[in-house]
């Protein structure tokens, strides 16, 4: 599809700054096929001044000069380099020259998107793809505009603001000496030609546009690059000619290439000044005698952090040995009673979660999804599941499940036999962990379920069945684990070890009082946290069912597939659920692509109160950042961290009690 054009007017009386009424707005003559567009911005000054530019004055002699000596071969990319600094050169007489190029004579084809184009899926990535549109789909009728060739000597930030759609810019053969640090707000663009203008440097936000696969900035005086280019791994020509470019950088190009630079600017990437700590917010200040705090973090498997999908992350960064030490660091500074993790696999829990937070009186479940049991030992170690841990010192483990979606489907009588449940459920082997904890100073019961949800937006059928499926087990094992026994004899959850090793959280001077186990009425009133990354936002069916209990069998998200009862009568649950967030962060997800809200911890608002919730990255470091991962956050998603107090139940069971001695609890670290 052909890029349309807009050329602005640029006739104005006044040498100063000028503002458009946009209540009188104008029809620009050079928009494609003689349409108009009425969205005007602000400009600097115009002059028809006789460009700055000579042959005479390029920084790096005549167009068909060697940088590689008498005698040397100049590289194919450099060559391409000089004939496209050649022709923008030759050109530069002419106003608005790539709109008469390339745009006036063509006829429309229809609207374009104003997102980033969608880049073929590999079967590798399959696990970290989703969505790539952030919103609404906006259309114009153009996006790409021309200012080249007006003498112009300043840029409003209004057109970094207002045109965020813009595909292509041309600000090439003007007077501009600086680039608003605003340009970083086209993330949708492609092509940019800044060259033969007065420019001494770029400013560190080009690096949010990570879409750009040309960025021309022959003839300016521009002696060192950001390394903020590095993220730009998209980029194909990176045109420097022209410039009194430092030698390392100009030599780099010219022998191995534009993504050569690209590469070396983003593997020497320095990590930069850190955010400032996300702030905890206080929800509630009332005091409480059954508190607890859960943390939620996707990951990031090692085997799903690749350059060909984080390819805007310096490789290091990307090494799990570079990442897991950053994860650790985080889960030990919130020092949450219950820690959910997705995107952990055996090897990794196993070696380095297990062990490390049993340093922190963390004891876990952990259950992969369910294609390692098909494989074997070797292959198995690499899959990800869910791993959830909980403070041993706090908490008793007294039964734990695992839901595997897919053969829960093809097992019920009712979807067994459905086309839709063997090719779109069944291929998809997500799991969940359940476990039902109980307070050993308070008696207070907890179910936790730690999920991840299939990512492909393709598939929301599958989503909502999924957690359909989800809902439907938690409730079966809610009110199973409604009349469990109280627990008689504690102690025999203080000495336990971990490989032969003693837990020295559980000795006897650092156990509480063990209270008697409370009692449940039914599971509706159990404690319920589920936490997780469901790749779902507000207004799925996924959202929908959790928030509001139930969803018609007619829904949406299910379209014209059919999955027994669930679209014959409809989901629902006995639940419920709200977000610890309600409102919800401004992401939860991070890459140049998407930013969402996909992770969240939903609570039973009968029996638990949210007191405090971790909030927002700082938008500051953010406006410089274009995804994550990087230096500062190890995953693509972001940890949530939300506090509880424990409605009082309406029982209690008088256990048969041991002579446990005098211990007290230690006082957790503060998160957050």
Known sequence: MSNKFQQPSTQHPHGQQQHHNHAQPQNHVGALGGMGHQHTFSSGTMSNATPHFTPSNLHSGTPNNNPSGPGETVSEHWQQQLQLAAEARAASSTPHRHCR?????????????????????????????????????????????????????????????????????????????RLDPSLGQLRSLTHLDASQNQ?????????????????????????????????????????????????DLKEEIQHRGSKALVTHLR????????????????????????????????????????????GYTPSEVLSWNYRKDIILGE???????????????????????????????????????????????????????????????????????????????????????????????????????????ENRATGSRLIVVNVHIYWDPAYKDVKLVQVAIMMEQVSKLADRWAKHPPCADKTAFRHAELDGEPNLANTEENQDEPAPSQEYANGVQLPLLICGDFNSTAGTGVYDLITQGKV?????????????????????????????????????????????????????????????????????????????????????????????????ARKEIKAVEADFGPHKEQRRGQGG
């Open 552 to 648: 018609a069998g007619a829904h949406a998200d299910l379209a014209n597939h059919s999955y027994g009862n669930f679209t014959r009568d409809g989901m629902e649950h006995p639940f419920s659920l709200k977000s610890a967030y309600n409102g919800e962060l401004s992401f939860t997800n991070y890459t140049p692509t998407y930013s969402g809200v996909i992770d969240y911890i939903w609570y039973s608002t009968n029996a638990l109160q949210v007191r405090g919730v971790l909030g927002d990255v700082d938008l500051d470091y953010l406006s410089r950042v274009p995804g994550f991962p990087n230096h500062h956050f190890p995953s693509d998603h972001l940890a949530l961290k939300a506090e509880f107090s424990v409605k009082s």
């Open 331 to 437: 889960i030990k500074h919130h020092n949450a009673d219950i820690v959910c993790l997705q995107e952990v696999d055996q090897e990794r829990y196993n070696e380095f979660f297990r062990r490390e937070l049993a340093h922190q009186d963390y004891r876990g479940v952990f259950s992969p999804k369910a294609r390692a049991k098909t494989m074997n030992d070797k292959d198995a170690k690499f899959v990800d599941g869910c791993a959830t841990f909980y403070k041993s010192r706090k908490y008793i483990l007294l039964d734990k499940h695992v839901i595997d979606f897919a053969n829960t489907a093809i097992n019920r009588p009712d979807m067994k036999g459905e086309h839709d449940t063997f090719n779109r459920v069944m291929p998809r082997d997500h799991i969940a962990v359940v476990t039902f904890l």
């Open 267 to 310: 593997e020497n990437m320095e990590a930069g000044e850190a955010p400032h700590e996300r702030d905890w917010h206080i929800l509630d200040e009332t005091s409480a005698a059954d508190t607890l705090s859960v943390l939620s973090y996707n990951t990031l498997c090692d085997k799903y952090a690749t350059s060909s999908q984080y």
């Open 199 to 247: 420019l001494r440097e770029i400013p560190e936000e080009i690096g949010m546009l990570v879409n750009l696969k040309s960025l021309l900035l022959f003839d300016n005086n521009i002696q060192s690059l950001p390394n903020e280019i590095g993220y730009l791994h998209k980029l194909e020509m990176l045109g420097v000619e022209g410039n009194p470019l430092d030698e």
């Open 101 to 177: 190029k390339e745009g006036v004579s063509r006829v429309s084809k229809g609207p374009v998107e104003a997102s980033p184009e969608h880049s073929p899926r590999a079967a590798d990535d399959e696990e970290r793809n989703r969505a790539t549109t952030n919103g609404e789909i906006r259309r114009q009728d153009w996006d790409a505009m021309d200012l080249s060739g007006q003498g112009l000597r300043a840029l409003s930030p209004s057109l970094f603001c207002d045109y965020i759609f813009l595909g292509k810019l041309f600000i090439d053969n003007n007077r501009l000496t």
